[in-house]
């Protein structure tokens, strides 16, 4: 008898609280992170909040009458980051120089690339380079890598490249805006896209606002021993460019 | 005595000499500042904007500006610049600046900064349409010497132009949503209604296309209202640009993806929509989601089972015999 009731107990408070008519309340509205954005031209404006809304606004002509009047309207930067802090790239260090190269062993070399989007929202860094790198009678290369033969990589696809028989110029990325489901770890290299053949590959990106997010670049060759005795020599351009 | 002093000094001199000395790498470090300008201008009409370029490294810069076209981005807002690119209209842009012309190196001190005053001037018979643009400022490239071996570095830093030549204020826009789904939760599709759990937060993602010749913002709301129309939750769409012909990814406020945490309370059918409203067109996006207390239940099941086990174990127990 005591389990049939428990049972029944059990089963219309299963019951009421699926088929319940819900409560909402007004404060259940909710509204902490709405703006509301005017198209004005700045006299007087800026952000106002409560604890229930926050607002930014601007006081002024309008969109319409200024365009009617002027012929044009200018609007710069984005309304909704309050900063006048500018877009910055940083390079720590611009001749990565190998020096001697020795057949089988790899030579590593790195730098840092940073960036602060500053009163910009989200960004991408992009690299590319002028040539595989090449001696100056300007045929013999030392090729972009391919990385293990078991692990091709692409220009945008970096994979594992720990094999010292595979031979090449390649790099890895690690840090802070970097795509990590690419560069999984410190084995795994991309070689470089090249300038009037293919598009610049991102090597750091973010969707958002940045504030000194610092990447390591890491430069890798590996040479045959069959490869030409010479100096070899490209350029590679970094560009960050923000986002609109 | 003279003799001691001359030779510490020699010393001294030959320390100074042969004392390796502190070399700092050569780096770069720059700034541009705005990173975005957006231009609506009438034919025949003509803007100048200035930008702040700062030189934030160690040593002297020389450096080029150019004018790079465009017409393409990512689904972030990322432009896919087209140096090649050859256009009419990149002749309505010009530098103001006595010394300082597109293509051609200028050189900014380390720790200093430098104006270019940008000048835009579009002809009466200009064709009324978008032109987007990205203002590049590069390293000037110098030749390397012999012995180096490796890659020298060339750095550009860039700021985007995106200007729309119309006789009217607001040009006609057409966004399209798509992709408006949940990315991930306890939820059951049927058809086109989904069943999610009342008490899991779901997330959403959507994209905006524009169909449209010129460029629009995502100005807008993703709202939740319950079955009965009442409003539940509200939040702003991240106001981004979006260029004709592309796409982009719908964002929060907060550039992440839209959320909804359901309560206890947010039980029943549910209408969940994204509303962007430009300056001449709306565009919404909705699915419908019935929340019911899955998680709740199926906790409650097993405390039942459990329960009932109990109940039938104890009760089964043999009495002791006296």
């Known amino acids: ?200 590959a991102i090597v750091m990106s973010k969707g958002g606002v940045a504030t000194s997010s610092a990447a390591t670049v890491t430069y890798k060759i590996n040479i045959s021993g069959s490869q030409a005795a010479g100096t070899y020599q490209n350029a590679i351009q970094f560009i960050a460019i923000p986002a609109f | 005595m003279t003799k001691k002093i001359f030779i510490t000094t020699l010393c001294l001199i030959t320390f100074a000499i042969l004392l390796p000395k502190h070399v700092s790498a050569a780096n770069y470090g720059m700034s541009i500042s705005p990173p975005l300008l957006r231009v609506h201008i009438k034919p025949g009409k003509s803007i100048t904007q200035v930008y702040k370029i700062e030189n934030l490294s ?41 010394e300082i012309k597109f293509n051609k190196p200028f050189s900014i001190p380390a720790g200093s900064s430098e104006q270019l005053i940008l000048s835009l001037s579009v002809p009466e018979t200009a064709p009324l349409k978008d032109i987007y643009v990205t203002l590049i400022v590069s390293t000037y490239e110098n030749s390397l010497d012999q012995t180096f071996q490796g890659s020298a570095l060339r750095a550009t830093i860039g700021s985007n132009l995106l200007i729309t030549i119309s006789s009217q204020a607001y040009p006609d826009t057409i966004l399209r949503i798509e992709g408006f789904y949940p990315a991930k939760g306890a939820v059951i599709r049927i058809g086109n209604l989904y069943f999610a759990d009342s008490i899991t937060p779901l997330k959403f993602t959507a994209t905006v296309t524009n169909e449209g010749n010129f ?97 039938k174990i104890t009760s089964k127990t043999p009495e002791k015999s006296t």
């Open chain 1, 1 to 200: 008898m005591k389990v049939i009731y428990l049972i029944t107990l059990i089963f219309f408070s299963i019951f009421f609280t699926i088929f319940e008519t819900s409560l909402v309340y007004a404060d259940d509205l909710k509204s902490p992170t709405f703006e509301i954005q005017m198209s004005t031209i700045n006299i007087t404006g800026g952000a106002k909040s409560s604890t229930t809304y926050k607002l930014t606004d601007t006081v002024g002509q309008t969109f319409q009458g200024q365009f009617n009047s002027a012929g044009y309207v200018i609007l710069t930067g984005f309304q909704y980051i309050n900063t006048l802090i500018p877009f910055s790239f940083k390079i720590s260090d611009l001749d990565i120089n190998f020096g001697s190269l020795v057949p089988g062993i790899p030579s590593l070399l790195s730098n840092t690339l940073t960036i602060t989007t500053g009163s910009a929202f989200g960004y991408a860094v992009k690299a590319i380079e002028d040539h595989p790198l090449r001696r100056s009678d300007g045929i013999t290369t030392i090729p972009d890598t391919s990385c293990d033969l078991a692990t091709p990589c692409l220009q945008t696809d970096a994979n594992v490249w720990s094999d010292n028989t595979r031979f090449g110029f390649g790099y890895n990325m690690s840090g802070v805006d970097v795509n990590t489901a690419d560069f999984i770890n410190s084995t795994y290299y991309r070689p470089f896209p090249v300038e009037n053949i293919d598009q610049p």
């Open chain 2, 58 to 98: 160690n040593n002297d810069k020389t450096l080029v500006a150019a004018i790079v076209p465009f017409t393409e981005s990512d689904n972030f807002g990322n432009p896919v610049l087209n140096p090649k690119t050859t256009a009419p209209w990149l002749s309505y842009f010009s530098l103001a600046n006595s």
């Open chain 2, 215 to 311: 460029a629009a913002e995502t100005k807008g709301v993703f709202r939740v209202v319950s079955g009965k129309n009442k409003p539940v939750y509200l939040e702003g769409i991240l106001p981004v640009n979006i260029i004709a012909k592309s796409q982009r990814q719908l964002l929060n406020t907060n550039g992440d993806t839209f959320e909804f945490s359901p309560s206890l309370g947010n039980i029943g059918p549910h209408q969940l929509s994204l509303e962007i409203k430009t300056d001449n067109s709306n565009t919404t996006s909705t699915i419908d989601i019935i929340f019911f207390p899955l998680k709740l239940s199926l906790g409650l099941l097993i405390s039942l089972l459990i329960i009932i086990s109990i109940i």
